[in-house]
């Protein structure tokens, strides 16, 4: 089961070896276009990029790349923050 799981966890970072790197380097949640990302597995961004519409509203504690990337997909996105820099980032 170990080899297998290491072997999913390679095909993944394979797949988004471009954004995994920029993300790295920049400090902040990307994909390979530089479009921001949450902080989730693959397929978990996957499954929102593919489940969440503008009809959606979203409330998060703690703001970040995944409040940039439901920005764009949704309808409100409420969050809470006390991090002075990323309240900077998202305002």
Not at 22 to 32: A, F, M, T, Y
Not at 65 to 89: D, P
Request: with cysteine; hydrophobic share 40%; net charge positive.
């Amino acid at each position: 089961m170990v080899s297998s799981v290491k072997s999913i966890a390679r095909q993944q970072f394979e797949a988004n070896k471009v954004g995994w790197t920029k993300s790295l380097l920049e400090g902040i949640s990307q994909d390979d276009t530089g479009d921001f990302v949450p902080w989730m597995s693959y397929p978990a961004i996957e499954f929102l990029k593919n489940y969440v519409t503008k009809n959606h509203e979203i409330f998060e504690f703690g703001c970040g790349a995944s409040t940039l990337f439901f920005s764009k997909r949704v309808k409100k996105v409420v969050g809470i923050e006390t991090n002075k820099k990323w309240l900077g980032i998202i305002d």
